[in-house]
């Protein structure tokens, strides 16, 4: 499975901003994907998954309404509003077998995109 992220950028506090993520491979539906986060000298945070049907969605408490995540088979988008400076930083598109209420931590994801940075100003 290879992943492709695209969306990041600058903007100011308040503001909106829309990640994507498209996916390719074989077995897609058997992956809920999401997004991870990462500021420098930290560790990987959990921000939000979903499953292949787009039924169960998953979020961190620090963006749960303000974050929404979707999904539309192998295009999966996160909706960032009223983003704040502590949204700052590169975020990861994931995917996994596990669904996403397991996803505890960043260790043992099946497959990581590359990362797309997200700077919110204060």
């Known amino acids: 499975v290879q992943l492709q992220a695209s969306g990041g950028g600058l903007v100011q506090a308040d503001a909106s901003l829309t990640l994507s993520c498209l996916a390719s491979?074989?077995?897609?539906?058997?992956?809920?994907m999401g997004w991870f986060r990462q500021v420098p000298g930290k560790e990987r945070d959990f921000v939000a998954a979903?499953?292949?049907?787009?039924?169960f969605k998953y979020y961190a408490g620090a963006v749960k309404g303000r974050f929404t995540i979707s999904r539309d088979n192998a295009k999966m988008s996160l909706q960032m509003n009223s983003l704040k400076p502590e949204d700052t930083a590169v975020y990861y598109c994931?995917?996994?077998?596990?669904?996403?209420?397991?996803?505890?931590?960043?260790?043992?994801?099946?497959?990581w995109g590359k990362g797309t940075l997200v700077t919110v100003s204060s």
């Open positions: 994931v995917a996994d077998t596990r669904p996403g209420s397991r996803w505890y931590g960043a260790d043992g994801m099946d497959y």
């Open positions: 491979g074989r077995a897609l539906s058997a992956y809920d």
């Open positions: 979903i499953s292949w049907s787009g039924r």
